[in-house]
């Protein structure tokens, strides 16, 4: 079946320092691929995404590439803030299948210290 | 500004006690999931609906049952409430489409249930 491997956690990094957390993922077909936050005591939001090979998902300075050829996704960043303290979930999604529901990796907390 | 609700953010209650979660969404998506999230921050799929009247089971077995009567609608019921149903339920809805989905899920804030 399909599944989601991520990075344990914590990853403990001082601002401004680079961020990189590894995702890699198990799955037949083209699934689209995700990565979501979640702030301390709320529900998931979706950071980014990409739906094929070489695509690459952005935002608020946060990139991941789909890259078909090591089945991976991971995430990066630049510059890490305070505020980006959370933790982060990589997951996909399959349309060939009839129940088309996501699959979780089991999240990576990150705390970024000042 | 939130498009998926969820009520209560949280709920400490005594065992045995019935118990209902509620989620509605503003969006009009036809798709509708409960996931049930761990202290180790794990999520497991429980339940998910496709649309009215259509509802399955997720790949965590679970004790609750929900029901779909309306579109926007997708509450989770607890009939007997125990201290291992302790947990952070989350509900998602996202958008429908036969083809590769660009979209993920939109989340409601969860609602954190204490069985005591």
């Known amino acids: 079946g399909d599944s989601v491997t991520q990075m344990e956690g914590p990853v403990t990094l001082s601002e401004e320092a680079f961020l990189t957390i590894n995702c890699t993922y198990t799955a037949t077909g083209y699934p689209s691929l995700f990565w979501y936050v979640q702030y301390p005591g709320e529900g998931l939001q979706l950071l980014l995404k990409a739906t094929k090979a070489d695509d690459k998902g952005s935002n608020k300075g946060f990139e991941a590439t789909y890259r078909k050829e090591t089945t991976s996704f991971h995430l990066e960043k630049g510059s890490v803030q305070v505020s980006d303290s959370a933790v982060y979930f990589c997951a996909l999604r399959r349309w060939d299948t009839g129940r088309r529901a996501l699959t979780f990796g089991s999240g990576t907390r990150l705390q970024v210290q000042p | 500004e939130a498009d998926i609700y969820q009520t209560p953010r949280y709920l400490v209650i005594g065992t045995g006690k019935k118990i209902t979660l509620e989620c509605s969404q503003t969006?009009?998506?036809?798709?509708m999931y409960w996931y049930q999230q761990d202290p180790g921050m794990e999520l497991h799929l429980i339940h998910y609906?496709?649309?009215?009247?259509?509802?399955e089971k997720g790949d965590l077995s679970s004790e609750s049952t929900v029901s779909r009567i309306r579109t926007e609608h997708f509450p989770l019921t607890l009939e007997s409430a125990r201290p291992s149903h302790t947990s952070q339920y989350l509900c998602?809805?996202?958008?429908?489409?036969?083809?590769?989905?660009?979209?993920?899920?939109?989340f409601g804030s969860g609602t954190r249930l204490t069985v005591v």
């Open positions: 969006m009009g998506h036809d798709k």
């Open positions: 998602a809805s996202s958008e429908s489409g036969s083809g590769p989905s660009n979209y993920g899920y939109t």
């Open positions: 609906s496709y649309g009215v009247n259509s509802t």
